[in-house]
DNA sequence: ACTGCTTTGTGAACGTGTGCACGAGTGCCT
DNA sequence: AGGCACTCGTGCACACGTTCACAAAGCAGT
């Protein structure tokens, strides 16, 4: 029953970072480079060295002083330190628009994340097959979820129906969810949420528009441009 | 009275929270609620009651001690803040599975960003029309963003056309840039960039999974996810 | 083996974000 | 008017994240 003491803990910031050394060190291996140095993926990656250097120390210690990293065993421990030496298949919820074009993007099956089904309340939506996977309806959840080991669901509903889905989800054992849906989802503490607003990034930019503007634009009256 | 003078600077944290905030006053002032605890507010937000007081006192001091913040006020407040005070419109550039379905989400008018466009490189299909947009030729980007004074551009391409799709963008005067594509963008520096990642997301999801899971973490024959 | 060049790994300094705790207002009730 | 209950605004301490700077470690050429 005891689980064993978790080895050590990256930070969250490290971990959102991983995937993206993942990506650009697999690219890389395809192109035929094996080795890199913590530069060049810096730079590959947006951030800075000392950073990229940080975050693989968190994994170990697996670079080679005065040469770099060896990038076919870099992916191979980044793979596993973030789970990806198998495959978790994911659920969606929800087969509107967005749902369809989730299911379609070939991305999530390609990264190790096939899409065991898609749910939807709609009967009418019911069986109909998209981009290969049959619609099923969403009682069927625990269902699936339970045959096919899913551990990670999406939710790809309007908002309104969001906590819903997500209660369902939790209910028939999911452990993950990233949610589309503009809703603060509430859900026991022990579920792992990921959020993912287009509005809320929209929002982001046009705050730096605005800034950026400093009052020229056609404001309607109530900006009062900065002295400098 | 009022002293609205300097434009102060709003913590990165804080402007990412703005925007929920903003949404769940809209809903409360729609459901007829006119005044709000920050308690309260942060009940529904997910957050912490002294985190959202703080980030509210950004903004000023528009709460009313003993009471709270009238609903009204502070939802025209946070907007003016973000700049919604009039609407962005947005460009897509790739009309594929992705461009489709956030052209047919209507998140985007709603919340104040008109998709004015969607371009294309490929001919056969420019002319197609996608919920209520017609689709244009990427060559008339810089003619679209000029008329339509268009500050924002939406790179939803596949990974390889992405860099060229962000140039275009750049070249035709984008200053901000929400990018779907699985791939970091080199821009100059004026230019805002927010990235949004599937596989990213569900790469973080997996790595919490597979914490959960325990200690089966050398796993290379045995890849059956725990079931706790 | 020695020298010189390169690059990692990490301690330490710094900056940003979070949460507590409490003073300071505000409104209500007697 | 005075007391009381409530809630904001914020100083402060702490946690987290980023960046610098440099010793340690490796390789290549002689």
Do not use: C
């Amino acid at each position: 029953m005891a689980p064993e003491r978790t080895r050590r803990r990256i930070p969250d910031a490290t971990v959102a970072r991983l995937p993206v050394y993942l990506r650009i060190l697999t690219e890389q291996g395809d192109e035929g480079v094996d080795s890199i140095s913590s530069e060049r993926l810096a730079e590959l990656g947006g951030v800075n060295a000392a950073k990229v250097r940080k975050d693989l120390s968190y994994l170990g210690s697996y670079g080679t002083r005065g040469v770099g990293y060896e990038v076919a065993y870099l992916v191979y421990q980044i793979r596993r330190e973030l789970g990806l030496t198998h495959d978790w298949p994911v659920v969606i919820v929800g087969a509107g628009n967005l749902g369809q074009a989730l299911a379609g993007y070939g991305g999530f099956g390609e990264r190790g994340f096939p899409v065991a089904s898609i749910v939807d309340i709609d009967d009418a939506k019911v069986g109909s097959v998209l981009s290969g996977v049959r619609v099923r309806h969403i009682d069927e959840l625990p269902q699936i979820v339970q045959t096919k080991r899913v551990s990670i669901g999406v939710v790809a509903t309007p908002a309104g129906a969001a906590q819903d889905a997500a209660d369902r989800l939790v209910r028939a054992g999911v452990t993950s969810i990233l949610n589309f849906a503009p809703v603060v989802l509430a859900v026991p503490r022990a579920i792992e949420v990921r959020k993912v607003d287009l509005a809320v990034e929209l929002q982001i930019l046009s705050y730096h528009e605005q800034r950026r503007a400093g009052g020229a634009i056609h404001a309607v009256g109530n900006t009062r441009p900065a002295s400098a």
